[in-house]
T-cell receptor, first 111, second 112 residues
Framework: LAKTTQPISMDSYEGQEVNITCSHNNIATNDYITWYQQFPSQGPRFIIQGYKTKVTNEVASLFIPADRKSSTLSLPRVSLSDTAVYYCLVGRMDSSYKLIFGSGTRLLVRP | NAGVTQTPKFRVLKTGQSMTLLCAQDMNHEYMYWYRQDPGMGLRLIHYSVGEGTTAKGEVPDGYNVSRLKKQNFLLGLESAAPSQTSVYFC???????????FGQGTRLTVV
């Protein structure tokens, strides 16, 4: 299971772009990178998943460099409602994978 | 389409009592998971299931048992509750391994 390292917390202001980087130095060839978002008193919500290069959806973009040893979740023009904990998960698409969450990054968006 | 539903939403137990938390999903998902989340902490995987009739241990399985007799239901049991099991419990399901997981609204359990 690839170990992930994320910043404990980040601060931003409304309207800014926020980039949260996750390190996963021992990522395996078959591993995918997935990000979840958790609001207070709610269960996590899937944001985005990728394998390499760049993935974009209506919520965020995920940038993965060629060596795949890190990934960056990019949130464009954040609002107060983006205040949440963001989790980076790394794992493969086989039965050995357990959906295990780390401590995540606590993002605070200020007015 | 309700998604993932957890029952109950709140519960207070006395030390030594037993209880069962029910997780039901209506998405025909194969994988189901139980987590606990302590205040200010991340989620910790208790047990999970890769299909009907299967269960497996997660990171913190001690003190808990699970059963998956029907594909849509995943039960979490506490045989003898302890104050250390005071937590918020989340259930999740996913269609296949490492695909998008959907979470329930959580069960807040207090053991006194």
């Amino acid at each position: 299971l690839a170990k992930t390292t994320q910043p404990i917390s980040m601060d931003s202001y409304e309207g800014q772009e926020v980039n949260i980087t996750c390190s996963h130095n021992n990522i395996a060839t078959n591993d995918y990178i997935t990000w979840y978002q958790q609001f207070p008193s709610q269960g996590p919500r899937f944001i985005i998943q990728g394998y390499k290069t760049k993935v974009t959806n209506e919520v965020a973009s995920l940038f993965i460099p060629a060596d795949r040893k890190s990934s960056t979740l990019s949130l464009p023009r954040v609002s107060l409602s983006d205040t949440a904990v963001y989790y980076c998960l790394v794992g493969r698409m086989d039965s050995s994978y357990k959906l295990i969450f780390g401590s995540g990054t606590r993002l605070l968006v200020r007015p | 389409n309700a998604g993932v539903t957890q029952t109950p939403k709140f519960r207070v137990l006395k030390t030594g009592q037993s209880m069962t938390l029910l997780c039901a999903q209506d998405m025909n998902h194969e994988y189901m998971y139980w987590y606990r989340q302590d205040p200010g902490m991340g989620l910790r995987l208790i047990h999970y299931s890769v299909g009907e009739g299967t269960t497996a241990k997660g990171e913190v399985p001690d003190g808990y048992n699970v059963s998956r007799l029907k594909k849509q239901n995943f039960l979490l049991g506490l045989e003898s509750a302890a104050p250390s099991q005071t937590s918020v419990y989340f259930c999740a399901s996913s269609l296949m391994v490492n695909t998008e997981a959907f979470f329930g609204q959580g069960t807040r359990l207090t053991v006194v």
